[in-house]
């Protein structure tokens, strides 16, 4: 495969100029929710609509370009998402059919793949099953501050949570977080180091407001931890029956759902088990034969001569 590198900008400058330009005579592909508006030929990935669902985590400027991009490109270019619930969102915010958006779902297989680091258990001081993991950032619809809430006003004995992240404890100075035994800050770790965390894990806790899909419980799923999971259409979509669900917005059903794992072992061998099973739905295989079904459309001629 040759890869050609153009031009001396970036972000959307160089997006909107330079690949413009160097790709006109070219079927364009994006996976990264943007394009050039004046392209003739295009085919992009919109993976949700958080930057409309949840405003207040993105600046004034960022929400008008990608509302220019979002409007135009659902107009003009061949759009796919990553789940129903997306199409759905996608379709009421720039006011397109559902029908023209296809649906391509993301997938674990990377993660599956990934040998696991159990000795980043040892190195937090750890003890196996004896704390809940997340995986998560500061964005508001992340609903991380909600969880670390719920896990310490649960006060589950000899258990830690450990949040995963570009999140630090000086983030909760003053709140009495930070300087909480119990809660865990482990920053930026390695696949390995998390797929680590998440063998010897009770439980995976994902406790976001809004996802376009949800990757991070199948992530886990492939670990064989257990999934405590947000109550929200794209998570239902991605776990299926494979997760016990809680109301992101009430502290005392996740409290429950963490009280439950722990006190029933055979209720978290029933989610590995269907975890597994919940897998066989998605591959990165299944998501490029659906890709390349719709790149064949579009470019009959040089998919044939591939």
């Not at 909107?16 to 030929?41: N, Y």
């Not at 397109?96 to 680091?117: C, K, M, S």
């Not at 009495?176 to 920053?187: K, P, S, T």
Request: one cysteine or more; glycine letters at 8%.
């Amino acid at each position: 495969m040759e890869v050609l590198q153009t031009g001396r900008s970036n972000g959307h400058v160089w997006e909107q100029s330079v690949l413009a330009r160097a790709t006109r005579q070219d079927l364009l592909v994006g996976f990264g929710g943007s394009g050039p508006l004046l392209h003739p030929h295009q085919f992009v990935v919109i993976h949700d609509a958080t930057i409309f669902r949840h405003p207040e985590a993105f600046g004034r400027g960022y929400r008008a370009l990608h509302k220019l991009l979002g409007f135009a490109l659902t107009r003009t270019a061949r759009v796919a998402t990553v789940s129903e619930f997306s199409r759905r969102e996608l379709s009421a915010v720039f006011r397109v059919p559902a029908e023209g958006i296809a649906v391509i779902h993301n997938a674990p297989d990377h993660f599956a793949e990934t040998v696991p680091d159990g000795s980043i258990v040892d190195r937090l001081g750890l003890d196996d099953r004896g704390f809940f993991v997340l995986v998560g950032t500061l964005k508001p619809n992340k609903n991380v501050d909600f969880a670390i809430r719920a896990f310490q006003e649960s006060a589950l004995p000899g258990q830690k949570l450990v949040i995963v992240g570009g999140i630090h404890s000086h983030v909760f100075k003053g709140s009495g977080i930070a300087e909480a035994d119990n809660i865990i800050f482990a920053g930026r770790l390695s696949d390995a180091e998390v797929a680590g965390l998440e063998r010897q894990a009770i439980a995976f806790v994902f406790p976001s407001l809004y996802e376009g899909f949800g990757i991070p419980p199948l992530e886990a799923m492939t670990q064989e931890c257990p999934v405590l999971a947000a109550d929200i259409p794209a998570v239902r979509e991605a776990c299926g029956d494979a997760a016990l669900y809680f109301d992101p917005r009430d502290r005392e059903s996740l409290k429950q759902a963490m009280q439950l794992i722990l006190a029933q072992p055979e209720r978290r061998a029933t989610l590995v088990a269907a975890g597994h099973a919940n897998l066989a739905h998605f591959s990165w295989e299944k998501s490029t034969q659906a890709l390349l079904a719709i790149l064949a459309e579009m470019c009959p001629e040089r998919l044939a001569k591939a």
